[in-house]
């Protein structure tokens, strides 16, 4: 399969790499104008990545101290200057020297009260939101417990997908290339129906690794959008430890394979997974302990954009930090490490109540098949025992899933470098010039309509919905 960040295994001139990790970027960016000219290849490409990148690090770190102390003491009672800064030395509040001035991530916030939870009894805000959420994914898993093994309790989604340019950011006449991100056909959704769009688009197979609907249009229409439907399954296994066996299928080779250069077999990488798995041979207790390591050690928190980490697998062991897709990462590259299949799955997370952006992980045993982990939905500080125990194997069907695998090129290609290139789940926007980041435009997921596929009564004021 085509790896769109192939190039990224190519090591910088140690001037750039220096200049670069002490958050010199004006300087670096200035060696890399002066180097680029006499490299071509891999290595050109990777440069003119890390000319990007820095575009990027700027959007993302993009407050001064005093900016985020304001906006922190507006969320937390009584914040004093010291504590925030004491705050920082404890890695709550995230932070990057950038050309000598002192700057903080974007998503800070959400942060502080992953990192440092004492703070949620100071917090001057109480979202019921949040709370509903919880209870209603609560009361799914749980019925999807109780209704059995296999695939059960069908919900059907009717969604749109919009992505809207900002006026004025491309030159009158270009055209706009848009790969909006669509449901695959899978065991997780096998029935899938596009119902609408601003134009017809390009549809990419039904399996396609990372699926998309691609549209034109010109620089003065500034939306496209696609409306579907897809009925998502949930998903209960129980596994019996001594029914498994070592598996031969050579199609499962691709899933015990590096892809670099954030799935890769690192010396720090495999002592971990030595150290983890210790003499186990069982496959599936192998996974056990991988995922146990994991829930129990590494803290959720919000990411930089992924394109600014070199190897997401060795940082997240390293900081013992990281979002969804980055624990995802985690547990397949040591799930791959120890011989167990282990691949991605992204979309977004659908609960009824509030839904947004997520990835997972799959790993393969024998009899039982494909079966889930969702490393962060099963963590300990969600402090809910049954979630480690259910995350698992299982799923609760608030699922709709875009992606199969990592950085893969979309069908049709992409011409420059992806704001995303390791993921899709906004979608992609350029023009004749070059791609338009994140700042550029915006994307929007509707949720029209919910429907069970069968009866459940105990979710009747909940799941069925029209907004």
Known sequence: MPNILFFLTEPLPPKVRQLLDGGELSRAEEEIKKLISSYDGEMKLRLEFELERMRRWRLEYRYSEDEAFSLLREEILDLTLEEFRKLMEMGCVDHKVIDGELKILRRFIPNVFWLCPHLKNRRRKINETDRRSKEVLRERAELVMRTGVGHVLPLRYRVRSIVRVKGGEVPG???????????????????????GYSQEPYLAEANHPQRTAYLEISSGREEAWIEYEFVSFGFCSKVDPKLIMKSSSTCLSRYLQERPPHIVFTRYLRSLAERIVGGEENPYLKAVKIWRWITRNVRYAYAHDYSLYDCIAEYVARNLRGDCGMQAILFIT?????????????????????????????????????????????????????????????????????????????????????????????????????????????????????????EDASLSSRVVTTH
């Open 173 to 195: 006449g270009e055209r706009l290339r848009i790969w909006v991100p669509i449901p695959r056909v899978c065991d997780l959704h096998p029935q899938v129906r596009i119902v």
């Open 334 to 454: 040591l799930c791959r490490i120890v011989g167990v299949p282990a691949r991605w799955e992204s979309g977004w997370y659908m609960n009824p109540v509030r839904w947004g952006m997520h990835d997972w992980a799959r790993f393969y045993v024998e009899p039982y098949g494909w079966l889930y982990a969702d490393p962060s939905f099963g963590g300990l500080r969600h402090g809910e025992g049954w979630r480690s125990i259910f995350y698992l194997g299982s799923v609760e069907g608030f699922r709709l899933a875009f992606n199969a695998e990592i950085s893969e090129q979309f069908d049709p290609p992409k011409v420059h470098f992806r704001s995303d290139p390791v993921d899709n789940q906004r979608g992609e926007v350029e023009s004749d010039s070059g791609n338009l980041y994140y700042d550029c435009w915006d994307f929007e997921l509707k949720v029209l309509e919910i429907h069970r596929e069968q």
